[in-house]
């Protein structure tokens, strides 16, 4: 499979993801785009970590070459779990304050 | 055509479609379903990918903990439909463009680059993905990134405690 697929499936996703974060006023669907962007970078990660071991693995069968990327993919999803705790934590309690998880009234820090 | 490119292809209008239908949808809850959707068809990239670690670790991580967790703030607020305001349409239009013009201009250079052409991903084949490699390498080139994720965590848990209790 030609890696310009990958590339071109993975920024259809990626500018999905941006659509959403500038159009849709509801915090949590925004919070939900953000993770579509996260997800669409990580299958890239992969796919050129594959690129790259497949093209080593001609030289040296024993070779990880690659593996880097796939380990990159995993811290990713290790802070975007911590992340996501912490953002739903932040909307909770913008809604409390605001009784509302419109964007739109977060356009000021003060009260 | 074989199998692993009509594999890819459905996978891939499946995520796009349900990405789309992410945004279009006007309940949140049906944006979450469909995100839910979206991760699993990652998924099946991974498995395409023979990255069968991150595959099962993107169906746990993101489509058991996290929608799940999104699920649970949405049902928490008991949001309703009718009570979001009016919609400006020209922003709306306007982020649409402005997206597409991302997409349009990535594309291009892509389309450009010299580099790329010809370059193939490995598909079903190679050991990397797999988690006994991963873990060795994870455990012995990675492990101090990997202490300091457990730092990150507890700094998490404690930050989403002390922002969401009640004072």
């Known amino acids: 499979m030609p890696i310009q697929y990958y590339i071109y499936f993975c920024l259809a996703l990626f500018s999905i993801g941006i659509i959403g974060v500038l159009t849709r006023k509801n915090a949590i669907i925004v919070f939900m785009c953000v993770e579509l962007m996260l997800n669409a970078v990580n299958l890239l990660l992969v796919a050129f970590s594959k690129m790259h071991h497949g093209a080593a693995l001609a030289g040296n069968p024993a070779t990880t070459v690659g593996i880097d990327g796939q380990l990159f993919v995993f811290f990713i999803m290790v802070v975007a779990a911590a992340e996501v705790s912490v953002g739903l934590a932040i909307i909770v309690m913008m809604y409390r304050n605001t009784h509302s998880v419109d964007i739109n009234f977060l356009n000021r820090l003060k009260n | ?167």
Not at chain 2, 50 to 74: D, K, T
Request: glycine share 6%; hydrophobic share 60%; charged share 10%.
């Open chain 2, 1 to 167: 055509m074989n199998t692993i490119q009509v594999l890819f292809f459905f996978l891939s209008v499946l995520a796009i479609f349900s990405a789309i239908m992410v945004l279009v949808s006007k309940n949140p809850v049906h944006s979450v379903l469909w995100l839910i959707t979206v991760f699993f068809a990652i998924s099946g990239h991974y498995i395409l990918l023979n990255a069968q670690f991150l595959a099962i670790v993107n169906l746990i991580v993101y489509a058991g903990a996290i929608m799940v967790l999104f699920l649970f703030v949405i049902m928490l607020m008991n949001l309703n439909a009718d009570t979001a305001p009016r919609k400006n349409l020209w922003m709306k239009l306007a982020g649409v463009i402005s997206g597409g013009c991302f997409l349009m201009v990535l594309v291009s250079l892509v389309r450009q680059t010299v580099e790329l052409t010809g370059k193939t991903v490995m598909m079903k084949e190679g050991n990397i993905g797999l988690i006994r490699n991963l873990g060795k390498a994870l455990f012995t080139d990675f492990v101090i990134p990997f202490e300091i994720s457990s730092v990150l965590f507890l700094s998490a848990m404690v930050g989403a405690v002390v922002i969401g209790k009640k004072d």
